[in-house]
């Protein structure tokens, strides 16, 4: 039989399967919907600008993932940058992840008392409780931080970042992602300081770049701008049409795109009730605004969190840090990346330059940059950021997963909008690597992928 596959999707998630596919001699068609290559990670380009939209860390615990990245880049066009973020709570940098020493020493005194005082009251309940079950983000936070710091530095934060109540978020991605407080002072500042990740020179669209070539050289049709809009499937066969014109037909479908999306293009359609399962399902959208200042502010850190509610903006990223090559060679000003997070419906997602212009103005007045002199404003949209984590989530793609599998056994989700879940690169990239084994007969199941809720910053290969 020849294997004929399609890939909706040339993020990480949809060129990783091409990769795994291309390894094992068989050669896909991907269907990407934008004129760029490497979805959430790819790097926007404006002039001699370059602009990460998320600010990309490469980390992972899979070897396998390490492996292919270094395959795919030389080494001298990876950065190792060193990890160093703070918080900015009260007009106070913290540095973050949270130190003890550093909650005693950076943060006002009224701060400290309350905060270790809260601290300590929720350290003694968990230890006398015989059973732990903090399900929501905000039992989760109370219980680890102490009420009056998890209000200080996360409640605000997921309020403006999630745009929701973190009574009402699952607490199992904050396990994965939110580090507890350090308090073992020699042994931490050491781990701080090895805090390295790996960076692509020119941020993380040049890797994706690089495995898109790779798949070309291979044989592989890449169409950009060709977005999938229908799926009909006959039981064998897959014919795929894209909103450009192109009818493209395949044996299997791999899909990155959102699986909400998906849902509602397929042919048959789902019932009903799956429709409206797949409905449910949410995303937060993400405008990234990069500003060029003329002046030079040392700021000391990669990013910066910024939970409290003077400001619009939710984190900043500082791209010099990340690598110097993000801007144009002979820049000696400030280059920040604003990140502001919104629902795809919201008003600012319409915002054009000068709105968002405006915003951030404001934004670097009431952090305290004072006359910064803006010599340009570059902004990226990124409609499906974050799938977002509910107790609904889990149920609903569990739903939805069975009904596919079930009815249309040859289509593979994959990554992290195709799967609904709050992956990082190499999760998605995983998911996509095991659908192709499955896709070959392997007993695996790639909705394992990133179903550890222990904290994964540990023990990490760059
Ligand atoms: C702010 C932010 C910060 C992040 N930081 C990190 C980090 O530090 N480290 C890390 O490893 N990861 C990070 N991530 C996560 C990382 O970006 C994602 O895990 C990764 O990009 C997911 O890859 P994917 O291929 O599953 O999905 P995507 O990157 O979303 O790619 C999906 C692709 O499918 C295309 N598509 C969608 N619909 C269609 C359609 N109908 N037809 C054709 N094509 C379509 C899209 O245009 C896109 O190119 C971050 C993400 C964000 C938003």
Same mark, same amino acid.
């Given at each position: 039989?020849?294997?004929?596959?399609?890939?909706?999707?040339?993020?990480?998630?949809?060129?990783?399967?091409?990769?795994?596919?291309?390894?094992?001699?068989?050669?896909?068609?991907?269907?990407?919907?934008?004129?760029?290559?490497?979805? &959430?990670?790819?790097?926007?380009?404006?002039?001699?600008?370059?602009? =990460?939209?998320?600010?990309?860390?490469?980390?992972?615990?899979?070897?396998?993932?390490? =492996?292919?990245?270094?395959?795919?880049?030389?080494?001298? !066009?990876?950065?190792?940058?060193?990890?160093?973020?703070?918080?900015?709570?009260?007009?106070?940098?913290?540095?973050?992840?949270?130190?003890?020493? =550093?909650? &005693?020493?950076?943060?006002?005194?009224?701060?400290?008392?309350?905060?270790?005082?809260?601290?300590?009251?929720?350290?003694?309940?968990?230890?006398?409780?015989?059973?732990?079950?903090?399900?929501?983000?905000?039992?989760?936070?109370?219980?680890?931080?102490?009420?009056?710091?998890?209000?200080?530095?996360?409640?605000?934060?997921?309020?403006?970042?999630?745009?929701?109540?973190?009574?009402?978020?699952?607490?199992?991605?904050?396990?994965?992602?939110?580090?507890?407080?350090?308090?073992?002072?020699?042994?931490?500042?050491?781990?701080? =300081? !090895?805090?390295?990740?790996?960076?692509?020179?020119?941020?993380?669209?040049?890797?994706?770049?690089?495995?898109?070539?790779?798949?070309? %050289?291979?044989?592989?049709?890449?169409?950009?701008?060709?977005?999938?809009?229908?799926?009909?499937?006959?039981?064998?066969?897959?014919?795929?049409?894209?909103?450009?014109? %192109?009818?493209?037909?395949?044996?299997?479908?791999?899909?990155?795109?959102? &699986? +909400?999306?998906?849902?509602?293009?397929?042919?048959?359609?789902?019932?009903?009730?799956?429709?409206?399962?797949?409905?449910?399902? +949410?995303?937060?959208?993400?405008?990234?605004?990069?500003?060029?200042?003329?002046?030079?502010?040392?700021?000391?850190?990669?990013?910066? *969190?910024?939970?409290?509610?003077?400001?619009?903006?939710?984190?900043? !990223?500082?791209?010099?840090?990340?690598?110097?090559?993000?801007?144009?060679?002979?820049?000696?000003?400030?280059?920040?990346?604003?990140? *502001?997070?919104?629902?795809? %419906?919201?008003?600012?997602?319409?915002?054009?330059?000068?709105?968002?212009?405006?915003?951030?103005?404001?934004?670097?007045?009431?952090?305290?940059?004072?006359?910064?002199?803006?010599?340009?404003?570059?902004?990226?949209?990124?409609?499906?950021?974050?799938?977002?984590?509910?107790?609904?989530?889990? +149920?609903?793609?569990?739903?939805?997963? %069975?009904?596919?599998?079930?009815?249309?056994?040859?289509?593979?989700?994959?990554?992290?909008?195709?799967?609904?879940?709050?992956?990082?690169?190499?999760?998605?990239? &995983?998911?996509?690597?095991?659908?192709?084994?499955?896709?070959?007969?392997?007993?695996?199941?790639?909705? !394992?992928?990133?179903?550890?809720?222990?904290?994964?910053?540990?023990?990490?290969? +760059?």
């Amino acid at each position: 039989m020849e294997r004929t596959p399609l890939i909706i999707g040339a993020g990480p998630a949809g060129l990783s399967a091409g990769l795994e596919l291309t390894r094992r001699g068989v050669i896909p068609t991907i269907l990407e919907s934008t004129g760029g290559i490497g979805g &959430l990670a790819r790097t926007q380009v404006d002039g001699d600008w370059r602009i =990460d939209p998320g600010g990309h860390r490469f980390f992972t615990r899979s070897e396998e993932v390490a =492996d292919l990245w270094r395959s795919l880049l030389p080494e001298d !066009q990876w950065l190792a940058v060193p990890r160093s973020s703070a918080m900015l709570v009260n007009n106070r940098y913290v540095r973050y992840p949270l130190m003890g020493r =550093d909650l &005693l020493l950076q943060l006002a005194v009224g701060d400290v008392v309350r905060g270790a005082g809260g601290y300590a009251w929720a350290r003694l309940r968990r230890q006398t409780r015989i059973e732990r079950r903090e399900t929501s983000f905000q039992e989760w936070g109370r219980s680890e931080f102490g009420r009056h710091w998890y209000e200080l530095f996360f409640d605000g934060y997921v309020r403006k970042t999630w745009l929701a109540d973190p009574e009402n978020i699952a607490s199992d991605w904050a396990n994965q992602r939110i580090k507890p407080i350090g308090w073992q002072l020699s042994k931490n500042e050491q781990a701080v =300081d !090895q805090d390295v990740f790996r960076y692509p020179r020119y941020g993380p669209g040049q890797l994706w770049e690089a495995a898109a070539k790779k798949l070309a %050289d291979a044989g592989v049709d890449i169409r950009q701008n060709a977005m999938a809009t229908s799926a009909h499937y006959d039981g064998r066969t897959w014919t795929v049409a894209t909103d450009r014109g %192109d009818i493209v037909t395949g044996d299997a479908l791999f899909s990155s795109m959102p &699986l +909400r999306l998906l849902v509602t293009m397929l042919d048959p359609a789902p019932p009903e009730h799956i429709r409206a399962v797949a409905d449910q399902l +949410r995303h937060r959208s993400l405008i990234t605004v990069a500003v060029a200042l003329r002046k030079h502010y040392d700021i000391p850190y990669n990013w910066v *969190y910024t939970p409290g509610p003077n400001f619009h903006v939710g984190r900043i !990223q500082n791209y010099r840090r990340w690598s110097q090559d993000l801007c144009p060679k002979g820049f000696n000003g400030t280059y920040l990346g604003f990140e *502001y997070f919104l629902l795809p %419906d919201q008003d600012l997602w319409l915002a054009n330059e000068h709105g968002l212009g405006a915003i951030v103005e404001r934004d670097l007045h009431q952090l305290g940059f004072k006359n910064p002199q803006i010599e340009r404003v570059m902004i990226t949209r990124s409609k499906f950021a974050y799938p977002i984590h509910d107790p609904a989530r889990d +149920r609903s793609v569990v739903r939805i997963r %069975d009904y596919l599998r079930e009815h249309y056994p040859s289509l593979h989700p994959i990554g992290r909008n195709g799967m609904h879940h709050y992956d990082n690169q190499d999760h998605a990239m &995983l998911s996509a690597i095991r659908s192709v084994g499955k896709y070959f007969g392997e007993n695996v199941d790639p909705w !394992q992928v990133n179903t550890d809720l222990s904290y994964q910053e540990q023990g990490l290969r +760059r």
